[in-house]
């Protein structure tokens, strides 16, 4: 496929014609099928069927839908949706189908992927903070479903990421270099670079690895969470550090201060509990993974203000400036801002 040549509505229906005697449902019960525009790796369709739920399908390509939004090649390995699906697997037996979408096909030779649509009747998370609601009672769930899945698979050796070329794509070029300008623009490259190579050296877990915002919905009562190709096999501390930077920022204004201090404090105290209990990793070992948590937090702030893809909070100047003030005390373990110094406290 040409690197600029979109996967599109009348492919997947085409492709469903085709398919039609492998598949779980009847291609029949599909009325329309939309495509999901917010994704950049994956082309993304909901398959809405005459009952009024609908399916959630994802193909990956080798060359991304980025590169059709920029119109040049973004050659990405579409066996990252094989990490997806192995994900999906994991977490269903971990956390529950309440929590992460269900597998309803998936066909490797196509790298086509359909799911459950878990995201009805709730809110994406990150809509739901742009209106200042950041739901602090789910701070418990999340702290105790991140522990399970960290000392589930606390200091395994096997490599979850079913693609090396996309895990090392992710890394290099996302974390340690797109997210990282942020740091380098105020702290000396040369310590970033090495905090970066000992956290590689670190034990390791599997990690989500994209526990952002956009990808968790909620309601009232429930919390579920999507996308899972950045799947690998890294520090547990940067899925708990990219979570919990979310409410890090909302503790810094007045009307919501108390509830992300909730959420933080309920997170940390689950995480504690469930890996304290698991005995996968020494105390040493917990003290040292929430002294790199807290740093993760302020390696995402900072990315969010000064990364590459420039600034989430340039309309709001003082939040701004408050956020990677936050996010450089945080990574060098300085508390000169009582944000600083009460997180700081509290990721212990």
Request: charged share 25%.
């Given at each position: 496929?040409?690197?600029?040549?979109?996967?599109?509505?009348?492919?997947?229906?085409?492709?469903?014609?085709?398919?039609?005697?492998?598949?779980?449902?009847?291609?029949?019960?599909?009325?329309?099928?939309?495509?999901?525009?917010?994704?950049?790796?994956?082309?993304?369709?909901?398959?809405?069927?005459?009952?009024?739920?609908?399916?959630?399908?994802?193909?990956?390509?080798?060359?991304?839908?980025?590169?059709?939004?920029?119109?040049?090649?973004?050659?990405?390995?579409?066996?990252?949706?094989?990490?997806?699906?192995?994900?999906?697997?994991?977490?269903?037996?971990?956390?529950?189908?309440?929590?992460?979408?269900?597998?309803?096909?998936?066909?490797?030779?196509?790298?086509?992927?359909?799911?459950?649509?878990?995201?009805?009747?709730?809110?994406?998370?990150?809509?739901?903070?742009?209106?200042?609601?950041?739901?602090?009672?789910?701070?418990?769930?999340?702290?105790?479903?991140?522990?399970?899945?960290?000392?589930?698979?606390?200091?395994d050796k096997k490599e979850f990421s079913r693609s090396l070329s996309f895990k090392k794509t992710f890394l290099d070029v996302l974390v340690d270099d797109f997210w990282g300008r942020g740091l380098r623009a105020y702290v000396d490259p040369q310590l970033v670079e090495q905090?970066?190579?000992?956290?590689?050296?670190?034990?390791?877990?599997?990690?989500?690895?994209?526990?952002?915002?956009?990808?968790?919905?909620v309601n009232h009562s429930q919390i579920c969470f999507i996308d899972f190709d950045q799947a690998c096999t890294y520090d547990p501390a940067f899925d708990n550090g990219l979570l919990l930077a979310h409410w890090a920022w909302m503790s810094l204004l007045t009307m919501t201060?108390?509830?992300?201090?909730?959420?933080?404090?309920?997170?940390?105290?689950?995480?504690?509990?469930?890996?304290?209990?698991?005995?996968?990793?020494?105390?040493?070992?917990?003290?040292?993974?929430?002294?790199?948590?807290?740093?993760?937090?302020?390696?995402?702030?900072?990315?969010?203000?000064?990364?590459?893809?420039?600034?989430?909070?340039?309309?709001?100047?003082?939040?701004?400036?408050?956020?990677?003030?936050?996010?450089?005390?945080?990574?060098?373990?300085?508390?000169?801002?009582?944000?600083?110094?009460?997180?700081?406290?509290?990721?212990?």
């Open positions: 496929m040409s690197q600029t040549v979109a996967v599109t509505s009348a492919d997947i229906t085409k492709y469903l014609a085709d398919a039609a005697k492998r598949l779980p449902f009847s291609v029949l019960e599909i009325q329309t099928i939309t495509e999901v525009e917010s994704g950049n790796n994956n082309y993304s369709f909901f398959l809405n069927r005459a009952d009024g739920t609908r399916f959630f399908l994802r193909k990956a390509a080798p060359y991304n839908r980025r590169s059709v939004l920029k119109g040049k090649p973004v050659s990405v390995d579409p066996k990252r949706i094989e990490t997806e699906v192995a994900m999906l697997t994991l977490l269903n037996k971990l956390w529950g189908r309440q929590f992460v979408p269900e597998i309803i096909f998936y066909d490797q030779g196509q790298q086509i992927l359909i799911e459950s649509d878990i995201s009805q009747g709730m809110q994406q998370l990150s809509k739901e903070f742009a209106q200042r609601r950041i739901y602090p009672q789910h701070g418990k769930t999340c702290g105790r479903l991140f522990a399970t899945l960290h000392a589930k698979t606390f200091n905090w970066l190579a000992e956290v590689r050296e670190t034990p390791q877990a599997v990690v989500w690895s994209d526990a952002v915002y956009k990808n968790i919905f201060k108390k509830d992300a201090e909730r959420f933080i404090s309920d997170f940390i105290k689950n995480y504690c509990r469930v890996i304290r209990a698991a005995s996968v990793m020494s105390s040493t070992q917990l003290e040292a993974l929430l002294e790199r948590t807290r740093r993760w937090v302020g390696y995402y702030l900072v990315s969010r203000t000064d990364g590459a893809s420039g600034s989430y909070f340039a309309p709001w100047p003082n939040w701004e400036a408050e956020i990677r003030h936050l996010g450089i005390d945080l990574f060098l373990q300085r508390a000169t801002s009582p944000a600083a110094a009460w997180l700081t406290r509290l990721i212990h």
